[in-house]
């Protein structure tokens, strides 16, 4: 699936093909860090609403480009989505890994793995 973009002159409207109840999104609190747990937070409605989760199951960019400068149409729509959030290129790379690893493993295992691996003690 691809998500769809819809342009009017300048202005880029993201489209959402199935809006959600805010409330079902998992707490990216856990993080600690306000900004992070945002972008993750709103990378996570836009990757949920627009049907991306299969996607991110079983896409991988080319490994010399990354997600950073990938053409595809998906990761270029999850750039313009997430363009208020404020990432460099770095950050929004470590936001598509981050989805791209909730996609492949669930949300439980991977908030429990990054808890196990970030534990202090």
């Not at 009017?8 to 409330?23: C, L």
């Not at 972008?39 to 080319?62: G, K, Q």
Request: overall charge negative.
């Amino acid at each position: 699936m691809v998500a769809e973009e819809v342009s009017f002159s300048d202005v880029s409207v993201m489209v959402s093909q199935n809006p959600i109840d805010r409330d079902s999104v998992p707490d990216f609190g856990f993080y600690g860090f306000d900004f992070w747990s945002n972008c993750i937070y709103n990378a996570y409605i836009v990757v949920t609403e627009n049907n991306l989760w299969d996607w991110f199951r079983e896409y991988s960019p080319d490994p010399s480009n990354g997600y950073m400068f990938d053409t595809h149409p998906n990761t270029r729509f999850m750039s313009n989505a997430l363009d208020s959030d404020g990432h460099s290129g770095a950050s929004f790379g470590l936001v598509m890994r981050t989805l791209q690893q909730i996609a492949r493993v669930g949300y439980e295992e991977y908030k429990n793995a990054y808890l196990r691996k970030n534990s202090s003690g």
